[in-house]
């Protein structure tokens, strides 16, 4: 494979991706909702006090894809190239230094979710990426695109995590487990997504039609499922978070990712604060 125009070469990808890549989480029950496999902070593990048998689920589907990667990716190299530069870029902009950045796998779930390390049985937080889903849209025309509007979300995620256990900010896990609704949450994950697409733009120009392509796919992940452990913002204060940290990372140039995440948390508690919920700690996905 030719040298991609920002120098990395076919075996530099499949490095990356060895050591920034990602994994998978469990496989939910057979009775899961589909409203839980939605979510990309799988319920199982966040909306209440995980079980034994929940994370070794997990722990065992890590594995078994695992063992699948290299099977997965037969045939898939624009995919996986489109992938390695889209990881890449994302993680500077967001400040994951090497250590810190996720691992990405491909897994037979049909979700994409992002899993931190306490449940992943890593030292890493995982993204799970759906691969049926996954290397259709990554190979097609524009694929690298849709990769950066997936990626950018999960990987703000990632950047909540590494933020929570590799610099001891309580904004988003304390001990007991996650403080603020998953809705927050999700929220927040827009706006640093917003915010590393508009730093990648900057090193390295924008792709065509990327903001268009990222935006469709945030207004249609959005929803209405106001119950407090499964809701991820609808639609309009998704695009509206997306485009804040776009804006906000344009507008200072300056601005570094700690930073734009205090301000993503202070515009949550401010203008898109969460309707008053019913009893104390039913906000809160314990």
Request: net charge neutral.
């Amino acid at each position: 494979m030719k040298s991609r125009p920002d120098g990395l070469s076919r075996r530099a990808v499949i490095g990356l991706l060895a050591a920034a890549s990602v994994h998978p989480v469990p496989a939910l029950s057979q009775t899961a909702r589909a409203e839980e496999i939605a979510s990309c902070l799988p319920p199982v593990l966040y909306a209440s006090a995980p079980s034994q048998a929940a994370i070794a689920a997990q722990k065992d589907e890590i594995a078994r894809e695992r063992a699948n990667q290299k099977a997965y990716y037969v045939g898939a190299e624009k995919f996986l190239a489109n992938m390695g530069v889209a990881a890449s870029r994302l993680c500077a902009a967001l400040e994951l230094p090497a250590p810190h950045r996720p691992e990405i796998m491909l897994a037979e779930s049909p979700a994409w979710r992002t899993v931190d390390r306490h449940f992943s049985g890593s030292d890493k937080e995982v993204v799970l990426l759906s691969k049926s889903d996954a290397i259709v849209k990554g190979q097609a025309p524009s694929g690298d695109n849709m990769l950066f509007a997936i990626l950018a979300h999960e990987l703000g995620h990632a950047f909540q995590f590494s933020r929570c256990f590799d610099q001891g900010d309580t904004s988003f896990i304390q001990a007991g487990g996650i403080i603020r609704p998953l809705r927050d949450i999700e929220l927040h994950a827009d706006y640093m997504a917003g915010f590393s697409l508009a730093r990648a733009e900057e090193r390295y120009g924008r792709p065509e039609d990327l903001l268009r392509r990222f935006s469709d796919t945030i207004l249609n992940l959005g929803d209405f499922n106001f119950r407090p452990c499964l809701h991820h913002g609808t639609p309009a204060e998704r695009y509206t978070m997306m485009m804040k940290g776009y804006i906000e990372a344009q507008r200072s140039p300056t601005l570094g990712a700690p930073r734009a995440s205090a301000i993503g948390l202070a515009l949550l508690d401010g203008q898109l604060s969460a309707p008053q919920v019913r009893n104390v700690g039913d906000d809160v996905c314990k």
